[in-house]
């Protein structure tokens, strides 16, 4: 018998500096031990039976749900409650708590995921009989929820098909709280012999040792488990659906593989545990910063999902079963059993689903999808404004420079070391005067001086994190050496924080004068990252307010303290403006305060590659505005690789080049030529594209459709589709890209899942589809990126130095007519920084071409058109005159590319207006349509017409 | 006219922009239409399109080259040329042409649609004159002292020339006096192998050796056991040396381990080997150094080396085998042996008398050796012993250390005017002290700048230092290694930056350097320090010595 550890640790190559001691691995964490002990024991027995039931609930028939009595067979005396409910648009939420129990189960995750308490549905149908309670609803009446009474079973039918089964594997295990004389007594008689083992009438289900109950030691530390064992097993089935997505963050493929069963590709379960994992492989199912316990499970005909709202560390077991369901098992340390069903039935219901639980990501500041700059350290104002100059000099647009953790004087965040930058607010405002920003690192832990004001403060008020005993300060190790914690849960924090952003003094208390309204603020080690804690974080025994132990809140720990700096960054003006915040931990719910990014990767193909993996997964999750740093973090990436993953980045909602002090400088200006050129060519692509990537913003901000569209959610009924996550869709914009994560590729495939036109971006050429594939090349200069047909993308091709400096530049509209000669597309504007938007003040604009045809004959003639798409909606008061409009008034459509056409038009012309130019040029039949300057005005309505008859 | 046009004249139109506009004055001349027919064209100036003339400056990029937007941004990476009238024109790249913001470069605020910048080409220009006032001022007075070390150099080139020419007759007579005295030796060994009549004394014979009967001493077992043991001492010393070097090398890399890793990563295997490095070199542990109590761990230190000393008693210890090993080693054996045969001679009345100590009992050998002492140096006084100094042999000794000498002399003179030389050639080589020796005056010039933590210590074409505060030698960032790579010697640039390099290896990074940025100015003086990157430091300072008079500057711009 091998330990998994020992496999696991076989296939670690050796070169990479990932510590697997540092992080415990299932058979090192006590009650993942147990989950995974009893899931094996449900296996072995035959007459395996979960030992929970439920009281026969009483309900009418029109009420949303049911609260009723558990019981546990093998615990006969303790008493446990279930509440189900069935939610707005048919989410059903499953909750199970111990009742009277000697403590108390952390019930609070979604007090923090949530967006507010979801409305209940006035549209069910309840029945009971002696055996089960069934619920019908839906606007068709096809969804069915099925409570079992005994044993427990819930699942949720559509159509008369499983969707989702809980507890039908009876892995439901709620450990109730007992004392460790009990436990001890248990113990005690298990040791008598086997005479009295039958008195442990738990043992077949809870296994006849006690393992690791009361605390348990990791490497050199000891967790004291003073509320004993309390975790909670549930297992969650998929019987009808073969792919599962989500739970990110993991660096693995984006749909996950099995961790038990004969088709394995890992041997722990992924695990859900923020931590701050060095130089992490590319390839695992370990625990990285951040934790969205979301699932989305897939078929063609179907799409389910479960949001487990616990917010302590959990393991997840996934089998893909031979019959094509998914078994999953999850396995968390404390807290409530809090289930949410998500009925889909697509992709894009689920996310809309999760989105009206946990919100949406907001409209971000528009500069923050330009290019961002960073490095581990620029070391200096005039470093900075150094690194700009030379960005200018090479004429790369950049938006964002970035000063990470030295710029801090002994690491106490906020204060300026002023040997090195003495005059901080001039250096801002040398970066700003060309319209661009700075970020800056304030992370979560302050270092225990009392000559620094921020930790003296929060001392005063006592909202640090508690050591286990309840009083006082913990106490660790961080970057300015020893480090206390600022308690978030703590409601008298959350002043305290919003205070301490102030650009202005007020009531004599310190505040960031030195800083500007603009800087936006990045969040990192918010896992929390403590270098002498178990696991690299902090100990599970801490206290936080409210009694609880830092083992509940571990995962939402790193959500709290983004949300208050993204709520401090708002406060700063008045209006308040969208401020921008990175963070590196995450949980459920974080998308509402910023972006996120993949932590610290290594610069290898396979990080480069992952990285795409792992930003789909955070799309999946709810997270869109996601990335991965440029470059790698750790090492030094050749060109070839660097260019490479300029690419990536600028194909990823969130794009920052990003450095390890130890690394050679990278900035791209240090390129050597063609390698040089090459990047400047794909930053200006990605600013030339920011209109897309804004209006896809604006779309996933209401509906929760992720910005980064893998196969499976643009084609949820192509099977062929469902395994592939290295090539993707942006937004609903049309354009397909697959960017390059290899060394030395001449060419790529791209997969197609439908019999339609793609146009490549670049040389306009159509392809059609052979065998689902389009073969492209994709030498260095090369990127491989199609515009399905159909589609319309507005871009603004001027090279500009940073992207508000492009507001009043020009609209190029490449049209991509579909097959059948139409196209749409839409692009959304507003001032990119306040909260107009709220009132109305865009300009959201549709784009139409529709072709007429003559029966027997091709398209006879073109209309392209753009239509007021706001005016539509009841968002605001909405006014085609607004205060925004009015200031891009000025904004011209300069350029329309027309692809698609097979033959020269006879004329184009405005609609009730004259003759255009234009050019028609043609190969192989691929005509491409150049009409030159229509003089239209982006906020206008407007119409050419191209004859070819 | 097209009806449209109203619509267009709606939007703040760019047509009404002058065909010329952004063009440089060189180009003005080819921005004039050609007719044809009723129709005026414009070419593009790659010569690959013909373009309607009110094509040109549209805000469309119509031509390949860009050239037909000389006053817009619609072409990417053309350039726009603002006239700046009373002050000078400056060229701007077209990505910042109509952005919004006024371009420092263009004071006349041509780069943005008129009316958006106000034109403040008086106050730049008026405030550019009394810059360059300043600069010109800066230069004239820096350029003096540059002036100044070219005359050092100057001087110094005298000083060396003259020194060569001594060097060089001094060479000449000590030629001779090795020629001189390599005859003498010549003679010396042809009469002692010429002479075979019977010895007149003692003292003659060893002179008289034959050369065969020298090389048949040599085969005495004493004699070759003595080569053998200087062998094998010259080898140890030689491993010695390296085992020394290579423990320093190693010491430098824990002591840069101990002083440069992040005791945050709490790793324990650095952590480890920071200790023991420190147990082993006897330092104080080096985060009660950084806590500032170091005296108590110093105490410590001493006492151990005393201790190690007190075992050392009776063996020669690390100085003295650094004092008088090599000489050990460099023993004439061949003198020596002379020596020997005379002391210990074959069949000689003492020989009984230098054995019998074989044949005494061991408490008895004291006394017995004061007694041979004092009868041997009565024979001697009598001359019928060997013992003291032969006057045959010293004499022969004497000139073939009269010889040794006088060649190692003229080596060094030789040596020292290869220096002399050398130096000379550096002193006006462009790559060395410049073309005008205008650096042979900092030459070993030391400038520091104080950080707070650290002080950097440059000395210039010799080393950079890193000192800190808190004591201790701190490293060497790099030994003086090149000018500017990428210009070329001779070229003002090239001397504006020098590199350090192959400096103290830093713990998981690489070997420090530094490169030293220097521009203009009346002082020698480091003004910044910036570690750029792990290891590799920038540090920015002035010298008078790059700047040249400002003529130099009028000729290249009438060139």
Same mark, same amino acid.
């Given at each position: 018998?091998?330990?998994?550890?020992?496999?696991?640790?076989?296939?670690?190559?050796?070169?990479?500096?990932?510590?697997?001691?540092?992080?415990?691995?299932?058979?090192?964490?006590?009650?993942?031990?147990?989950?995974?002990?009893?899931?094996?024991?449900?296996?072995?027995?035959?007459?395996?039976?979960?030992?929970?039931?439920?009281?026969?609930?009483?309900?009418?028939?029109?009420?949303?749900?049911?609260?009723?009595n558990?019981?546990?067979?093998?615990?006969?005396?303790?008493?446990?409650?279930?509440?189900?409910?069935?939610?707005?648009?048919?989410i059903?939420?499953?909750?199970?708590?111990?009742?009277?129990?000697?403590?108390?189960?952390?019930?609070?995750?979604?007090?923090?995921?949530?967006?507010?308490?979801?409305?209940?549905?006035?549209?069910?149908?309840?029945?009971?009989?002696?055996?089960?309670?069934?619920?019908?609803?839906?606007?068709?009446?096809?969804?069915?929820?099925?409570?079992?009474?005994?044993?427990?079973?819930?699942?949720?039918?559509?159509?008369?098909?499983?969707?989702?089964?809980?507890?039908?594997?009876?892995?439901?295990?709620?450990?109730?709280?007992?004392?460790?004389?009990?436990?001890?007594?248990?113990?005690?008689?298990?040791?008598?012999?086997?005479?009295?083992?039958?008195?442990?009438?738990?043992?077949?289900f809870?296994?006849?040792?006690?393992?690791?109950?009361?605390?348990?030691?990791?490497?050199?530390?000891?967790?004291?488990?003073?509320?004993?064992?309390?975790?909670?097993?549930?297992?969650?089935?998929?019987?009808?659906?073969?792919?599962?997505?989500?739970?990110?963050?993991?660096?693995?493929?984006?749909?996950?593989?099995s961790?038990?069963?004969?088709?394995?590709?890992?041997?722990?379960?992924?695990?859900?545990y923020?931590?701050?994992v060095?130089?992490?492989?590319?390839?695992?199912?370990?625990?990285?910063?951040?934790?969205?316990?979301?699932?989305?499970?897939?078929?063609?005909?179907?799409?389910?999902?479960?949001?487990?709202?616990?917010?302590?560390?959990?393991?997840?077991?996934?089998?893909?079963?031979?019959?094509?369901?998914?078994?999953?098992?999850?396995?968390?340390?404390s807290?409530?059993?809090?289930?949410?069903?998500?009925p889909?039935?697509?992709?894009?219901?689920?996310?809309?689903?999760?989105?009206?639980?946990?919100?949406?990501?907001?409209?971000?500041?528009?500069?923050?999808?330009?290019?961002?700059?960073?490095?581990?350290?620029?070391?200096?104002?005039?470093?900075?404004?150094?690194?700009?100059?030379?960005?200018?000099?090479?004429?790369?647009?950049?938006?964002?420079?970035?000063l990470?953790?030295?710029?801090?004087?002994?690491?106490?965040?906020?204060?300026?070391?002023?040997?090195?930058?003495?005059?901080?607010?001039?250096?801002?405002?040398?970066?700003?005067?060309?319209?661009?920003?700075m970020?800056?690192?304030?992370?979560?832990?302050?270092?225990?001086?009392?000559?620094?004001?921020?930790?003296?403060?929060?001392?005063?008020?006592?909202?640090?994190?508690?050591?286990?005993?309840?009083?006082?300060?913990?106490?660790?190790?961080?970057?300015?050496?020893?480090?206390?914690?600022?308690?978030f849960?703590?409601?008298?924090?959350?002043?305290?924080?919003?205070?301490l952003?102030?650009?202005?003094?007020?009531?004599?208390?310190?505040?960031?004068?030195?800083?500007?309204?603009?800087?936006?603020?990045?969040?990192?080690?918010?896992?929390?990252?403590?270098?002498?804690?178990?696991?690299?974080?902090?100990?599970?025994?801490?206290?936080?307010?409210?009694?609880?132990?830092?083992?509940?809140?571990?995962?939402?720990?790193?959500?709290?303290?983004?949300?208050?700096?993204?709520?401090?960054?708002?406060?700063?003006?008045?209006?308040?403006?969208?401020?921008?915040?990175?963070?590196?931990?995450?949980?459920?719910?974080?998308?509402?305060?910023?972006?996120?990014?993949?932590?610290?990767?290594?610069?290898?193909?396979?990080h480069?590659?992952?990285?795409?993996?792992?930003?789909?997964?955070?799309?999946?999750?709810?997270?869109?505005?996601?990335?991965?740093?440029?470059?790698?973090?750790?090492?030094?990436?050749?060109?070839?690789?660097?260019?490479?993953?300029?690419?990536?980045?600028?194909?990823s909602?969130?794009?920052?080049?990003?450095?390890?002090?130890?690394?050679?400088?990278?900035?791209?200006?240090?390129?050597?030529?063609?390698?040089?050129?090459?990047?400047?060519? =794909? &930053? *200006?692509?990605? @600013?030339? #594209?920011? %209109?897309?990537?804004?209006?896809? !913003?604006?779309e996933?901000?209401?509906?929760? +459709?992720? =910005? &980064? *569209?893998?196969? @499976?959610? #643009?084609? %949820?009924?192509?099977?062929?589709? !469902?395994?592939?996550?290295?090539?993707?869709? +942006?937004?609903?914009?049309?354009?397909?890209?697959?960017?390059?994560?290899?060394?030395?590729?001449?060419?790529?495939?791209?997969?197609?899942?439908?019999?339609?036109v793609?146009?490549?971006?670049?040389?306009?050429?159509?392809?059609?589809p052979?065998?689902r594939?389009?073969?492209?090349?994709?030498?260095?200069?090369?990127?491989?990126?199609?515009?399905?047909g159909?589609?319309?993308?507005?871009?603004?091709?001027?090279?500009?130095?940073?992207?508000?400096?492009?507001?009043?530049?020009?609209?190029t509209?490449?049209?991509?007519?579909?097959?059948?000669?139409?196209?749409?597309?839409?692009?959304?504007?507003?001032?990119?920084?306040t909260?107009?938007?709220?009132?109305?003040?865009?300009?959201?604009?549709?784009f139409?071409?529709?072709?007429?045809?003559?029966?027997?004959?091709?398209?006879?003639a073109v209309?392209?058109?753009?239509?007021?798409?706001?005016?539509?909606?009841?968002?605001?008061?909405?006014?085609?005159?607004?205060?925004?409009?009015?200031?891009?008034?000025?904004?011209?459509v300069?350029?329309?590319?027309?692809?698609?056409?097979?033959?020269?038009?006879?004329?184009?012309?405005?609609?009730?207006?004259?003759?255009?130019?234009?050019?028609?040029?043609?190969?192989?039949?691929?005509?491409?349509?150049?009409?030159?300057?229509?003089?239209?005005?982006?906020?206008?309505?407007?119409?050419?017409?191209?004859?070819?008859? | 006219?097209?009806?449209?046009?109203?619509?267009?004249?709606?939007?703040?139109?760019?047509?009404?922009?002058?065909?010329?506009?952004?063009?440089?004055?060189?180009?003005?001349?080819?921005?004039?239409?050609?007719?044809?027919?009723?129709?005026?064209?414009?070419?593009?100036?790659?010569?690959?399109?013909?373009?309607?003339?009110?094509a040109?400056?549209?805000?469309?990029?119509d031509?390949?080259?860009?050239?037909?937007?000389?006053?817009?941004?619609?072409?990417?990476?053309?350039?726009?040329?603002?006239?700046?009238?009373?002050?000078?024109?400056?060229?701007?790249?077209?990505?910042?042409?109509n952005?919004?913001?006024?371009?420092?470069?263009?004071?006349?605020?041509?780069?943005?649609?008129?009316?958006?910048?106000?034109?403040?080409?008086?106050?730049?220009?008026?405030?550019?004159?009394?810059?360059?006032?300043?600069?010109?001022?800066?230069?004239?007075?820096?350029?003096?002292?540059?002036?100044?070390?070219?005359?050092?150099?100057?001087?110094?080139?005298?000083?060396?020339?003259?020194?060569?020419?001594?060097?060089?007759?001094?060479?000449?007579?000590?030629?001779?006096?090795?020629?001189?005295?390599?005859?003498?030796?010549l003679?010396?060994?042809?009469?002692?192998?010429?002479?075979?009549?019977?010895?007149?004394?003692?003292?003659?014979?060893?002179?008289?050796?034959?050369?065969?009967?020298?090389?048949?001493?040599?085969?005495?077992?004493?004699?070759?056991?003595?080569?053998?043991?200087?062998?094998?001492l010259?080898?140890?010393?030689?491993?010695?040396?390296?085992?020394?070097?290579?423990?320093?090398?190693?010491?430098d890399?824990?002591?840069?381990?101990?002083?440069?890793?992040?005791?945050?990563?709490?790793?324990?295997?650095?952590?480890?080997?920071?200790?023991?490095?420190?147990?082993?070199?006897?330092?104080?542990?080096?985060?009660?150094?950084?806590?500032?109590?170091?005296?108590?761990?110093?105490?410590?230190?001493?006492?151990?080396?005393?201790?190690?000393?007190?075992?050392?008693?009776?063996?020669?210890?690390?100085?003295?085998?650094?004092?008088?090993?090599?000489?050990?080693?460099?023993?004439?054996?061949?003198?020596?042996?002379?020596?020997?045969?005379?002391?210990?001679?074959?069949?000689?009345?003492?020989?009984?008398?230098?054995?019998?100590?074989?044949?005494?009992?061991?408490?008895?050998?004291?006394?017995?050796?004061?007694?041979?002492?004092s009868?041997?140096?009565?024979?001697?006084?009598?001359?019928?012993?060997?013992?003291?100094?032969?006057?045959?042999?010293?004499?022969?000794?004497?000139?073939?250390?009269?010889?040794?000498?006088?060649?190692?002399?003229?080596?060094?003179?030789?040596?020292?005017?290869?220096?002399?030389?050398?130096?000379?050639?550096?002193?006006?080589?462009?790559?060395?002290?410049?073309?005008?020796?205008?650096?042979k005056?900092?030459?070993?010039?030391?400038?520091?700048?104080?950080?707070?933590?650290?002080?950097?210590?440059?000395?210039?074409?010799?080393?950079?230092?890193?000192?800190?505060?808190?004591g201790?030698?701190?490293?060497?960032?790099?030994?003086?290694?090149?000018?500017?790579?990428?210009?070329?010697?001779?070229?003002?640039?090239?001397?504006?930056?020098?590199?350090?390099?192959?400096?103290?290896?830093?713990?998981?990074?690489?070997?420090?350097?530094?490169?030293?940025?220097?521009?203009?100015?009346?002082?020698?003086?480091?003004?910044?320090?910036?570690?750029?990157?792990?290891?590799?430091?920038?540090?920015?300072?002035?010298?008078?010595?790059?700047?040249?008079?400002?003529?130099?500057?009028?000729?290249?711009?009438?060139?």
């Amino acid at each position: 018998m091998w330990s998994p550890g020992t496999f696991l640790l076989l296939l670690l190559p050796t070169v990479l500096a990932f510590k697997p001691s540092d992080f415990k691995t299932c058979s090192q964490s006590g009650f993942c031990r147990r989950g995974r002990a009893l899931a094996e024991r449900s296996q072995e027995l035959s007459s395996w039976h979960s030992p929970y039931s439920i009281e026969p609930p009483e309900l009418s028939p029109h009420q949303p749900g049911f609260t009723t009595n558990v019981h546990s067979s093998v615990y006969p005396n303790v008493k446990f409650v279930l509440d189900v409910i069935i939610h707005e648009e048919g989410i059903v939420r499953v909750r199970m708590d111990e009742e009277n129990g000697l403590r108390k189960r952390y019930n609070e995750a979604t007090q923090w995921a949530l967006i507010g308490e979801p409305l209940l549905s006035d549209d069910v149908l309840w029945t009971v009989d002696s055996k089960k309670a069934k619920a019908v609803y839906g606007s068709k009446k096809d969804m069915e929820l099925v409570v079992d009474f005994n044993p427990l079973k819930i699942t949720l039918f559509r159509g008369g098909v499983e969707q989702v089964v809980l507890n039908g594997r009876g892995l439901l295990h709620m450990e109730h709280f007992r004392t460790k004389e009990d436990s001890k007594l248990a113990e005690h008689i298990e040791g008598e012999g086997q005479s009295v083992l039958q008195v442990n009438s738990a043992a077949w289900f809870e296994g006849d040792t006690q393992d690791a109950f009361w605390d348990e030691t990791f490497s050199t530390w000891t967790d004291t488990k003073p509320k004993g064992p309390e975790s909670l097993s549930l297992d969650i089935t998929f019987p009808n659906h073969a792919h599962v997505y989500g739970i990110p963050q993991h660096a693995t493929n984006l749909s996950l593989p099995s961790t038990t069963g004969p088709t394995a590709r890992y041997t722990d379960p992924f695990r859900l545990y923020n931590a701050d994992v060095f130089e992490y492989l590319a390839d695992s199912p370990t625990s990285l910063y951040g934790s969205i316990p979301l699932m989305h499970a897939h078929s063609a005909t179907s799409t389910v999902a479960v949001f487990n709202a616990i917010a302590s560390e959990t393991w997840i077991d996934i089998t893909h079963v031979e019959k094509g369901g998914v078994e999953t098992h999850w396995i968390s340390e404390s807290g409530i059993l809090d289930v949410f069903l998500l009925p889909g039935p697509t992709p894009a219901d689920v996310f809309t689903q999760y989105a009206h639980l946990t919100g949406t990501a907001p409209l971000p500041a528009h500069w923050s999808l330009g290019y961002h700059q960073c490095r581990w350290n620029y070391v200096s104002s005039d470093d900075v404004r150094g690194v700009q100059d030379r960005f200018d000099e090479d004429d790369f647009p950049v938006d964002v420079f970035w000063l990470d953790i030295e710029y801090a004087e002994d690491h106490k965040y906020f204060m300026w070391n002023k040997k090195t930058f003495p005059d901080p607010v001039e250096m801002t405002k040398d970066v700003e005067a060309v319209e661009r920003k700075m970020v800056i690192i304030v992370d979560p832990h302050l270092k225990r001086s009392n000559d620094y004001p921020v930790y003296k403060r929060a001392s005063e008020l006592e909202v640090l994190v508690k050591p286990k005993s309840g009083e006082g300060e913990y106490e660790g190790w961080c970057w300015p050496g020893s480090s206390s914690w600022i308690d978030f849960f703590h409601p008298g924090s959350w002043d305290f924080w919003i205070s301490l952003f102030k650009t202005d003094t007020i009531d004599s208390q310190w505040s960031w004068t030195e800083s500007t309204n603009n800087v936006g603020i990045w969040n990192d080690m918010n896992e929390p990252s403590v270098f002498n804690g178990p696991e690299i974080t902090m100990p599970k025994d801490n206290i936080h307010y409210g009694g609880w132990e830092h083992r509940d809140v571990h995962n939402i720990n790193g959500m709290l303290f983004a949300n208050h700096t993204f709520q401090a960054a708002e406060a700063r003006t008045d209006p308040p403006r969208r401020p921008f915040v990175l963070t590196r931990a995450f949980y459920a719910g974080s998308q509402r305060f910023g972006a996120m990014w993949t932590g610290d990767n290594l610069g290898t193909w396979e990080h480069m590659a992952v990285g795409i993996k792992m930003v789909l997964a955070n799309g999946v999750g709810g997270m869109p505005f996601a990335g991965s740093d440029v470059g790698g973090f750790f090492g030094n990436p050749e060109p070839e690789m660097l260019v490479r993953w300029y690419v990536v980045g600028a194909f990823s909602p969130f794009f920052r080049a990003h450095a390890h002090i130890d690394t050679k400088r990278r900035e791209p200006y240090l390129l050597e030529e063609p390698y040089k050129s090459l990047v400047r060519d =794909i &930053l *200006r692509l990605r @600013y030339s #594209m920011l %209109p897309v990537w804004y209006t896809a !913003f604006r779309e996933t901000s209401e509906s929760g +459709v992720p =910005i &980064l *569209r893998p196969q @499976y959610v #643009m084609f %949820p009924e192509d099977d062929a589709g !469902f395994g592939i996550d290295d090539q993707f869709y +942006v937004g609903s914009s049309g354009l397909l890209v697959k960017p390059v994560t290899e060394k030395g590729v001449k060419e790529v495939s791209v997969y197609i899942a439908e019999d339609q036109v793609y146009y490549d971006y670049f040389t306009n050429q159509p392809h059609r589809p052979k065998n689902r594939q389009i073969t492209l090349p994709a030498n260095l200069d090369q990127i491989p990126l199609l515009i399905r047909g159909g589609s319309i993308i507005p871009t603004r091709e001027r090279p500009r130095r940073s992207s508000p400096l492009m507001k009043h530049d020009p609209f190029t509209l490449r049209i991509a007519l579909d097959t059948s000669g139409n196209a749409r597309g839409e692009v959304y504007l507003d001032d990119g920084e306040t909260y107009g938007y709220g009132k109305g003040d865009v300009v959201w604009r549709g784009f139409g071409a529709e072709s007429t045809k003559r029966k027997g004959k091709g398209i006879g003639a073109v209309r392209i058109s753009s239509v007021d798409l706001a005016v539509r909606t009841q968002v605001g008061a909405y006014d085609p005159k607004n205060e925004f409009a009015r200031s891009v008034g000025d904004v011209r459509v300069e350029k329309l590319v027309v692809l698609g056409l097979e033959k020269k038009p006879l004329s184009v012309g405005l609609e009730g207006g004259s003759e255009l130019e234009w050019e028609f040029a043609s190969k192989d039949g691929a005509g491409v349509l150049v009409i030159k300057d229509p003089a239209v005005r982006v906020v206008d309505d407007w119409a050419v017409v191209v004859k070819l008859e | 006219m097209h009806p449209w046009l109203l619509l267009a004249l709606a939007l703040p139109s760019l047509a009404a922009l002058d065909k010329t506009h952004g063009v440089p004055p060189s180009l003005v001349s080819k921005y004039v239409p050609s007719t044809k027919g009723s129709r005026q064209t414009w070419t593009c100036l790659d010569g690959s399109k013909e373009i309607a003339w009110s094509a040109v400056n549209d805000d469309y990029c119509d031509c390949q080259d860009g050239s037909d937007e000389p006053g817009s941004s619609a072409c990417p990476n053309n350039k726009f040329y603002c006239r700046n009238e009373g002050h000078i024109g400056a060229t701007i790249q077209s990505s910042h042409v109509n952005d919004g913001l006024c371009e420092q470069e263009c004071c006349d605020g041509s780069d943005e649609l008129p009316g958006v910048c106000p034109n403040t080409c008086q106050e730049v220009g008026a405030e550019h004159k009394k810059k360059m006032e300043a600069e010109r001022k800066l230069r004239k007075t820096g350029s003096k002292i540059r002036s100044s070390y070219i005359a050092y150099a100057h001087k110094e080139k005298k000083r060396l020339e003259t020194l060569i020419a001594d060097l060089v007759k001094e060479i000449e007579t000590r030629e001779k006096e090795v020629e001189r005295l390599r005859g003498i030796k010549l003679v010396q060994e042809s009469r002692a192998f010429v002479v075979t009549q019977p010895f007149s004394d003692i003292a003659e014979r060893a002179e008289s050796l034959s050369a065969d009967e020298l090389e048949h001493k040599k085969q005495s077992p004493l004699y070759q056991s003595l080569l053998v043991h200087n062998t094998a001492l010259k080898s140890l010393q030689k491993e010695h040396k390296k085992h020394l070097e290579r423990e320093k090398a190693l010491g430098d890399i824990l002591t840069s381990l101990r002083t440069g890793y992040n005791p945050n990563y709490q790793d324990m295997a650095v952590l480890e080997a920071v200790r023991g490095w420190e147990a082993l070199a006897g330092l104080p542990h080096i985060n009660d150094v950084r806590k500032g109590d170091d005296g108590e761990a110093d105490a410590t230190t001493e006492k151990q080396k005393t201790e190690d000393d007190v075992e050392d008693e009776g063996l020669w210890n690390a100085a003295k085998i650094e004092k008088e090993l090599d000489q050990l080693i460099k023993t004439d054996h061949v003198t020596l042996l002379l020596e020997h045969d005379q002391l210990v001679g074959p069949a000689s009345a003492q020989s009984l008398l230098l054995e019998i100590s074989a044949y005494l009992p061991d408490a008895l050998l004291p006394s017995y050796y004061s007694f041979r002492d004092s009868v041997l140096s009565a024979l001697s006084v009598f001359g019928i012993g060997r013992g003291g100094t032969s006057d045959a042999s010293a004499e022969s000794n004497r000139a073939r250390v009269a010889l040794s000498d006088a060649e190692h002399s003229l080596k060094l003179t030789q040596d020292e005017q290869r220096t002399a030389n050398e130096d000379l050639m550096d002193l006006f080589d462009p790559d060395g002290f410049g073309p005008e020796g205008e650096w042979k005056k900092l030459d070993g010039t030391c400038l520091s700048k104080d950080t707070g933590d650290y002080t950097y210590e440059v000395c210039l074409f010799n080393e950079a230092r890193q000192i800190p505060k808190s004591g201790g030698s701190g490293f060497s960032l790099g030994k003086f290694s090149s000018w500017n790579k990428t210009a070329r010697p001779g070229e003002p640039e090239y001397y504006t930056r020098q590199h350090y390099t192959q400096g103290a290896k830093c713990w998981n990074g690489p070997h420090r350097s530094v490169e030293l940025v220097l521009t203009c100015g009346t002082e020698n003086t480091l003004l910044t320090v910036a570690e750029m990157e792990k290891c590799e430091y920038q540090i920015t300072g002035t010298t008078p010595a790059l700047c040249r008079p400002l003529e130099d500057e009028h000729t290249k711009d009438e060139l």
